[in-house]
């Protein structure tokens, strides 16, 4: 990431998952506009399966069947592979970056931000070591496996990420698990798809169910921390940097493409 002006704060509510990443990809303009960086929390509307922007997924779901069953789809901007919003809450951060620095520096720094508000609440996290070879997205899901620099608990993934940088700036979003949801991927898949091994949860690391709102405090009270204040950003202003992409995330040729 480049020099920053300064961070912005925003606590958005649940919406739809094409609400959410029109969000994702407007912040993205803005910190290209600004020079600012925004950390973002936010929830869905309805359970959600997100797939990464270049993952195969037409013949693993079905968006009717998914509707009848009470699911929601949407399709990532950024990468990787199928994970399930439910028993989650989901961060971005959106930045200027140098497009010269190498991603994994951006990624390191954004998730020495999320280790530090997952310490508040009592969990220790530690980044994963990068896999002899890195998977391709086929059939596994998101939580299946941590890819390198992830945060993990025992070695198993507690937080899910994925980062875009394009034009001069970056996104990075993803999952920290509060409960564990994703075998149900399994069961809404029409093809055989192996079912992944337990994730790291927030309530399984500490032994007591864990609130959004407590996860949303820590990560505000992280960002504080450790940039010295973060002046909050209105929902309005942010629904008028989305406006522009909504109809893309909207669209089912988007989200079904592959």
């Not at 480049?2 to 958005?12: G, N």
């Not at 390198?148 to 937080?159: F, M, Q, S, T, Y």
């Not at 992280?222 to 008028?240: H, I, K, S, W, Y």
């Not at 893309?248 to 592959?258: G, S």
Request: with cysteine; glycine share 8%; net charge positive.
């Amino acid at each position: 990431m480049t020099a920053i002006v300064r961070w912005r704060w925003l606590d958005s509510p649940d919406a739809p998952g094409a609400e959410q990443m029109a969000t994702d990809e407007g912040l993205m303009a803005r910190a290209r506009e600004t020079g600012e960086a925004t950390l973002r929390v936010y929830g869905w509307a309805r359970p959600t399966l997100s797939f990464g922007r270049h993952e195969s997924v037409r013949e693993r779901f079905d968006a009717a069947d998914l509707a009848r069953r009470g699911y929601d789809a949407v399709r990532r901007p950024t990468g990787g592979r199928v994970l399930l919003h439910e028993g989650d809450v989901t961060y971005s951060v959106t930045a200027p970056a140098n497009d010269a620095e190498p991603l994994r520096a951006a990624f390191g720094r954004i998730n020495a931000l999320l280790a530090a508000a997952i310490a508040r609440l009592g969990v220790r996290t530690e980044p994963a070591v990068a896999p002899a070879r890195e998977r391709r997205p086929g059939r596994d899901a998101c939580f299946a496996a941590p890819s390198a620099g992830e945060l993990v608990v025992g070695g198993r993934k507690l937080v899910a990420s994925a980062q875009l940088r394009a034009d001069g700036a970056l996104l990075q979003h993803g999952s920290i698990l509060l409960a564990d949801r994703q075998a149900t991927l399994a069961t809404l898949s029409r093809v055989p798809m192996p079912p992944p091994a337990p994730a790291a949860t927030l309530a399984s690391a500490l032994g007591r169910t864990v609130r959004p709102e407590d996860v949303r405090e820590a990560l505000r009270d992280a960002l504080v921390a450790q940039v010295g204040g973060a002046e909050p950003l209105t929902v309005e202003e942010a629904a008028r940097y989305a406006r522009p992409h909504a109809a893309r995330f909207a669209d089912p040729r988007w989200t079904w493409q592959r």
